[in-house]
T-cell receptor, first 116, second 116 residues
């Protein structure tokens, strides 16, 4: 079965360190997204990609970067981790249909990041 | 710009009672609307979606939602709550924008508690 996997599922790091969260999907979807989930804020979009070599900033992109070198992977990098980036991070993908994205997202199980 | 408001961060019902989770949206174009459910320590999964076909949408696990344009609402209901329905529920709208490629904007979430 197709799936979307995230790693690591849990990570503790220190302020100032670089952290990379991996996301791998086998749906063969063009669109991939990174969201963060915080209490009282729901899910907020960090970065997204509509295909290989395409990346775009979302609502809360400061301090984060992504790269898309193939269809399957969209790693999220925190250049210099800050305590405000303690959160649960979700990767998602979706299929683009006839130029219009239906918006139906398929989610990974999340990566819980703690920055001390 | 699109936005979503979920009324009530916590809803508590008794087993067998009606479940009603409220969602209002703001959109300048005909929206695609979604309800997702998140069980503890898991990613989000799609309950149902509205994409301008029938206004009453049926989803998984006995849930349904009705699109009411005049009220800009997309409330989620289930006639009889089960203990297994306890979870967090997110309403989302697709940000179609000018690029015709949507990404989702999520509400803050509603935690549903089901009491025996």
């Amino acid at each position: 079965d197709a799936e979307i996997t995230q790693s690591p599922r849990h990570k503790i790091t220190e302020t100032g360190r670089q952290v990379t969260l991996a996301c791998h999907q086998t749906w063969n979807h063009n669109n991939m997204f990174w969201y963060r989930q915080d209490l009282g804020h729901g899910l907020r979009l960090i970065h997204y990609s509509y295909g290989v070599q395409d990346t775009n900033k979302g609502e809360v992109s400061d301090g984060y970067s992504v790269s898309r070198s193939n269809t399957e992977d969209l790693p999220l990098t925190l250049e210099s981790a800050a305590s405000s980036q303690t959160s649960v991070y979700f990767c998602a993908s979706s299929e683009q249909v006839s130029g219009w994205d239906t918006g139906e997202l398929f989610f990974g199980e999340g990566s819980r990041l703690t920055v001390l | 710009a699109q936005s979503v408001t979920q009324l009530g961060s916590h809803v508590s019902v008794s087993e067998g009672a009606l479940v009603l989770l409220r969602c209002n949206y703001s959109s300048s174009v005909p929206p695609y609307l979604f309800w997702y459910v998140q069980y503890p320590n898991q990613g989000l999964q799609l309950l149902l979606k509205y994409t301008s076909a029938a206004t009453l949408v049926k989803g998984i696990n006995g849930f349904e939602a009705e699109f009411k344009k005049s009220e800009t609402s997309f409330h989620l209901t289930k006639p009889s709550a089960q203990m297994s329905d306890a979870a967090e529920y997110f309403c989302a709208v697709s940000d179609l924008g000018s690029s015709n490629t949507g990404k989702l904007i999520f509400g803050q979430g509603t935690t549903l508690q089901v009491k025996p």
